[in-house]
């Protein structure tokens, strides 16, 4: 088993800057892939970005291409998503999730363990 935990959300006026992180414990070594998902008051949750294991190779969604940047530190088990000019459509509860096998970055289905999320609110 694999346990997430987000922290770093938080009020932040547009065009501001947050930066979140996900704390992994447990059996971190089968993680090949990590995310980011979010999720929206009356929306479904949409992918934001993800990245390997060995962090060569990331991707985003295109509404964050150029604001938003995803790492992550394996000897902290940590991920992080560094957003800058937030916007207020960027308001939403952010998840981490990761999965041995994800095939496709973006689908949410692919990922085995999440996190509890953490709020992320941009006022305009």
């Known amino acids: 088993q694999v346990q997430l935990v987000e922290s770093g959300g938080g009020l932040v006026q547009a065009g501001g800057s947050l930066r979140l992180s996900c704390a992994s414990s447990?059996?971190?070594?089968?993680?090949?892939?990590m995310g980011w998902f979010r999720q929206a008051p009356g929306k479904e949750r949409e992918f934001v970005a993800a990245?390997?294991?060995?962090?060569?190779?990331?991707y985003y969604t295109d509404s964050v291409k150029g604001r938003f940047t995803i790492s992550r530190d394996n000897a902290k088990n940590t991920m992080y998503l560094q957003m800058n000019s937030l916007k207020f459509e960027d308001t939403a509860v952010y998840y981490c999730a990761a999965g041995a096998h994800v095939p496709v970055p973006s689908a949410s289905s692919h990922y085995g363990y999440w996190g509890q999320g953490t709020q992320v609110t941009v006022s305009s």
């Open positions: 990245i390997n294991w060995d962090s060569a190779y990331t």
């Open positions: 447990g059996r971190t070594f089968s993680i090949y892939r």
